[in-house]
């Protein structure tokens, strides 16, 4: 074994797939791209995630309580590695990478047409928002593109490098 910084870390233990979050608040919608997000509970579906109080999608999160994550196929990587490295505060990332907002029903952010599932979300907990910027959200309502066959997601290690769904192996499970 040979030492690990511990700047690298998180570069071992990413989550799942890139997403997108969508927010709206004072009738401007914005797009960020997010890795750091978790499943904490299954029925209901609720979701952990990190939102830099930095970012501007933070301050609509906080104020609004809804969101909603698209989830893009591997088709959109860069956009989605765009739609990271800008602000909102600066540009209309919607326009700006030809993304389609599309109205949601269950909250006012958009979902977005090109992703291959929506997830429309309730901030549910806000406990640890100030020390950790985590927000735990129940997903109210999902959607899902039947056009996108077996859609393969990217995944951040980090520094621009990303690893992209590999080979589906099906092994014995315990069944829900």
Avoid at 12 to 17: D, F, I, K, Q, T
Avoid at 119 to 144: G, H, P, S
């Amino acid at each position: 074994m040979k030492d690990l910084p511990l700047s690298k870390v998180y570069q071992l233990l990413e989550p799942g797939p890139v997403v997108l979050l969508t927010t709206a608040a004072k009738g401007c919608a914005n797009v960020m791209t997010m890795s750091w997000h978790m499943m904490v509970e299954f029925e209901p579906p609720y979701v952990a995630c990190v939102v830099g109080s930095a970012n501007h999608s933070f301050a609509a999160l906080k104020a609004t309580k809804e969101c909603v994550i698209p989830v893009p196929a591997l088709e959109l990587a860069s956009k989605v590695a765009e739609v990271g490295n800008c602000s909102g505060r600066d540009v209309n990332k919607f326009e700006r990478f030809g993304l389609t907002p599309t109205p949601a029903k269950r909250v006012a952010a958009p979902l977005i047409a090109e992703c291959f599932a929506n997830l429309e979300c309730k901030v549910v907990d806000t406990r640890l928002m100030r020390q950790y910027n985590l927000f735990i959200l129940e997903v109210l309502k999902a959607w899902r593109d039947p056009a996108q066959k077996q859609p393969k997601t990217i995944h951040h290690h980090g520094y621009g490098r990303f690893v992209v769904d590999g080979e589906t192996i099906k092994l014995k499970s315990k069944k829900r």
